[in-house]
């Protein structure tokens, strides 16, 4: 006999549960009630709180809810993504945690009817997990590469909340064509149920209930049974099969199988459809013999979706599915009682509604949604700025060369990598469209450890800005929202926060969220991650074929910055983390960030303003925008020479704060670009210029005071690439 | 000038197939896709066998591919030298499985899938494409797990007897191909041929124009096509 208890659910729930069913639920109901309402899968503790973030826009096709957000691009393309966390597998079992991460975020976009085109990833380690983030990036790489996916991007950031709760975010982005609307919501009844892909194992039970749902302790390496493992094969002809029934037209309606499976999957898409579903589970291909029909049910085996199929032409969508070697299995029937029954053996083991299951838990009320001030005490003392710290700070591993990661990666494949993983953007150039695409991922917890609210702005300001350097305006963004234990008042308010300065940032910049992910717990042995907010953004670029430069190229430009920082402002930045603090990350001034992304997108397109290079400042701050100006990544088209004032010579330097910008302009046209950039009220200086001398020259101050630093391309190179253990 | 039918050969798990026949099209070839389980080859005067992980690199990369039906399709009209075949990453390593190219692709020696640009150099021109000549080169990138190129004693011994190896990489320092590998190949060797059959590591395909990187696989697979 199982308990409420043994299920996870709290004795206030159970006392709902028996209230809703009306009578003692049975071993499965109660089963079918601990999985989705576990955290993970009801959102409980986070979806009040969601409902703050706009999700309005004229380019939004399908907005939250789904299995990925969908905008669209141009006439001819709309655009499906979504990041979603696979955090506590990966840390059971950093390679299998990590792939089935990457095949779970691409049956979600192919559930939208989209193929995928592009993967990046937003990953968090300690400083010393190098075993994790190796099984992590090798677990990546043996999905995406083998199902043919490019992994086109993504960032890396360490702390020491990480080490024993890394994050592993995958983001996702598919391409569909207009009028292709699928997903879990076009069921009607009478019609048939079809499973395909892998055979139902044992694997993966309570994967999500109770990996993803609760505290780890150092007693919890026995979890590691309830990691799924990936088959890529299975899931490229799982990809394929699927698409290729979707292009008969005679699919009504599709739910990938992943957290809690067959459960989740199955209830999902009967309320969706507002359908009643009759499952026979005696017809679920299982890999092992006497499986029960909780395990059936609870079971996270990788790589199967769920479809409904018309009626009188569903053949033709089967014989699609055939042609990619896999066997549909008809599961059941749509009814139109309402009800979600379950058979085992003729036997009716659960008779429930499906929308007891989705929507019945009870949700943590959400508070007023108010944005507490900022710190006090911030902007702490800075440390003295020397060309050796400066040199030293390339090599830290929140801002070294990504190259021994991404190298592992195939970033190429299906011929549209214009912009790859050795860029802060992608660009895409596509075959369906003469627009490109655009893609950007930001999410620094670093930012969001002391104010969340002004991490989870940061974190929008700059995913926003990486594609202002390119002219593209974003059509949607997707949130993946880490944190500990919602139980914990504290870390409850701080993930509020979190999505206040979200949707702060979102209403500034005029951007609807479309989807995202929440993931909860990332918490061990009391030990908890910075809140960490993840944000991906999408956007049509103007001329994929041309992506502006984000390198010098020639001598005699001018070297303009936009939007210097005014006030002391260091919290939160690498260089104070590396001085031994943390304070609050400052709050971006999202009007001006407003303004200037604005301008630069027009100003881009003006030839005439002989815009040439463009980078956003951010992590390693405007030291870390120059020495990457440079194009330590190839010969170098010239040097660089810049002037900076001795008085707050770190803070200008280091700090980190969205919406500066660094521009090469045209020997001829840098004073109209700063007329018309004084005409918005932004502020602008030169800096200095490029220059035929190889290398980064610094002068500091001014007059007979003055002095200068220089480094050789060599110099700053061995630094940015060092890299430990790899 | 040969005609240009070619023929793409598509396996469970083939991922570069798509992106293959796009850049074959933009060459104006006429391609037609084959599915593994066919017995028959079409009407055809090339047939190239693309990238990816046919049947998810069980066993050995190429080992389970090597025995699909449409292999003894292709076994046949080489023999017959009916056609012209490029194997291209896991087409390489299906045609050293079936053992119409000798020899074999093994793990990288750094254990790891590496994704990156490479310049490669023809050491000897494969017989009948008296086009590529020794000493071009063409930038390519490479994407495999499983491209060291190994290869008996005396097999190797042959390569060299007939002129060297098909292509080297070329090492991005010293700008010589002397041995030097991304991926642990004995002598270098990025692609070899035998007769009218050649596979190579690089992904030509991925190389069809600038915005991509180099345009050296649009005119490396020009070539092959018989064009100028």
């Not at chain 1, 394929?240 to 999902?268: C, K, N």
């Not at chain 1, 190229?553 to 920082?565: E, F, K, S």
């Not at chain 2, 063409?138 to 004693?153: C, D, K, N, T």
């Not at chain 2, 190949?185 to 030509?204: E, K, N, Q, T, Y």
Request: hydrophobic share 45%; with cysteine.
């Amino acid at each position: 006999m199982m308990t409420a208890q043994d299920v996870g659910l709290t004795e206030e729930e159970a006392v709902y549960v028996r209230e809703l069913v009306g009578r003692e639920p049975s071993d499965l109901e109660w089963g079918l009630f601990g999985v989705l309402w576990s955290e993970h899968c009801s959102y409980k503790s986070s979806r009040t709180r969601l409902r703050w973030l706009p999700k309005e826009g004229a380019a939004v096709v399908a907005g939250p809810g789904g299995n990925a957000g969908v905008v669209r691009l141009d006439d001819a393309v709309e655009v499906a993504f979504k990041v979603e966390s696979h955090n506590h597998p990966s840390f059971v079992e950093p390679v299998q945690g990590a792939a089935t991460g990457v095949g779970g975020i691409i049956r979600d976009v192919v559930a939208m009817g989209a193929r995928p085109i592009a993967l990046m990833d937003s990953l968090r380690f300690g400083s010393r997990s190098t075993a994790i983030r190796e099984g992590v990036v090798r677990g990546i790489g043996d999905y995406g590469n083998a199902i043919g996916v490019p992994t086109v991007g993504g960032e890396v950031f360490y702390g020491p909340g990480y080490a024993k709760n890394p994050l592993v975010n995958v983001l996702c982005v598919g391409l569909r064509r207009p009028g292709r609307e699928i997903g879990a919501g076009g069921a009607r009844p009478g019609e048939d149920v079809y499973l395909i892909g892998q055979a139902t194992g044992r694997d993966g039970i309570h994967g999500a209930s109770l990996l993803a749902s609760r505290d780890f302790s150092q007693a919890d390496q026995d979890l590691r049974p309830t990691v799924q493992v990936g088959d890529p094969y299975t899931g490229k002809l799982l990809m394929e099969a699927t698409l290729a029934a979707l292009a008969t037209g005679r699919v009504s309606a599709l739910q990938d199988l992943g957290a809690a499976g067959l459960a989740s999957a199955s209830s999902e898409l009967a309320v969706r459809s507002g359908v009643g579903l009759a499952l026979d589970l005696d017809h679920v291909p299982c890999r092992e013999a006497r499986m029960t029909a909780y395990e059936i049910m609870l079971s996270e085996t990788q790589e199967r979706m769920l479809l409904v199929l018309d009626a009188v032409h569903g053949e033709e969508a089967l014989a699609a599915i055939r042609s990619w070697g896999l066997v549909p299995k008809k599961i059941g029937t749509t009814t139109a009682d309402g009800q979600y029954v379950l058979t085992l053996q003729g036997k009716r083991v659960a008779v429930l509604e499906a929308q007891w299951l989705v929507d019945g838990c009870p949700l943590k009320p959400a508070p007023a949604p108010r944005v507490a001030p900022p710190p006090v005490g911030t902007g702490s003392p800075p440390e003295p700025v020397s060309p050796q710290a400066l040199v030293a700070m390339l090599a830290d591993p929140d801002l070294r060369s990504r190259e021994p990661i991404y190298r592992r990666y195939d970033s190429m494949i299906q011929t549209r990598t214009v912009w790859g993983p050795e860029h802060e953007v992608a660009v895409l150039r596509l075959k369906e469209s003469p627009g490109g695409l655009a893609i950007s991922v930001a999410g620094p917890g670093r930012w969001a450890a002391v104010d969340a609210y002004s991490g989870g702005a940061g974190a929008v300001a700059l995913a926003v800005a990486r594609l202002a350097v390119q002219a593209v305006q974003p059509l949607g963004l997707t949130d993946g929202l880490n944190a500990g234990n919602p139980d914990q008042p504290e870390t409850l308010t701080a993930f509020s926060q979190m999505i206040l300065g979200i949707r702060d940032a979102a209403l500034a910049l005029g951007v609807p969220v479309t989807g995202g992910n929440v993931s909860f717990h990332n918490e061990t042995d009391a030990v908890a991650i910075w809140p960490t907010p993840i944000i991906g953004a999408v956007g049509r670029h103007p001329r994929p074929d041309r992506p502006w430069a984000d390198v010098v190229t020639q001598a005699g430009m001018r070297i303009v910055l936009i939007n210097p920082p005014t006030r002391p402002e260091l919290g939160g930045s690498v260089w104070e983390r590396r001085a031994g603090r943390l304070t609050a990350y400052p709050r971006v001034g999202l009007d001006r960030l407003r303004r200037t992304v604005g301008w630069l997108r027009q100003a881009l397109l003006n030839d005439a303003l002989g815009i040439e290079a463009v980078r956003a400042v951010a992590e390693g701050g405007l030291w870390l925008t120059l020495v990457k100006l440079l194009g330590l990544g190839g010969p170098g088209g010239a040097g660089i020479a810049v002037t900076l004032a001795d008085e707050m010579l770190a803070e200008r330097l280091l700090n980190e704060v969205v919406g500066q910008f660094v521009l090469t302009v045209d020997e001829n046209h840098w004073p109209e670009v700063m007329a018309e950039l004084s005409a918005l009220q932004i502020d602008s200086s030169v800096l200095g210029r490029t220059v035929a001398e190889d290398g980064l020259g610094l002068t500091v101050g001014s007059g007979s005071e003055a002095f200068t630093w220089h480094w050789a391309r060599g110099e700053l190179l061995a630094a940015w690439s060092a890299w430990e253990g790899a | 000038m040969m005609g240009n039918k070619v023929a793409v050969v598509t396996f469970p798990g083939s991922n570069c197939d798509h992106d293959t026949v796009w850049a074959l099209e933009q060459l104006d070839a006429e391609v037609v896709v084959v599915r593994h389980d066919a017995r028959d080859l079409p009407a055809c005067e090339r047939v190239v066998l693309p990238g990816g992980f046919s049947y998810g690199d069980y066993l050995r990369a190429g080992a389970l591919a090597a025995h699909a039906p449409i292999m003894d399709a292709v076994g046949r009209a080489v023999e017959r030298e009916a056609v012209s075949v490029l194997g291209i990453c896991n087409g390489f390593q299906i045609l050293c499985e079936r053992g119409i190219l000798p020899g074999a692709l093994w793990s990288n020696t750094s254990g790891e899938f590496v994704c990156r640009w490479e310049w490669v150099e023809v050491a000897s021109p494969p017989a009948g494409w008296p086009e590529f000549s020794t000493g071009m080169r063409f930038r390519l990138p490479v994407a495999h797990g499983q491209g060291a190129f190994r290869v008996q004693e005396d097999g190797l011994a042959q390569i060299w007897a007939q002129g060297g190896p098909f292509l080297r990489y070329v090492d991005p320092t010293t700008s010589r191909s002397t041995g030097y590998s991304p991926n642990g190949s004995v002598d270098g060797i990025a692609g070899i041929s035998r007769g009218r059959v050649i596979g190579l590591m690089p992904h030509p395909e991925r190389a069809m124009h600038s915005v991509f990187g180099s345009v050296d696989g649009r005119r490396f697979l020009r070539m092959w096509l018989g064009g100028p």
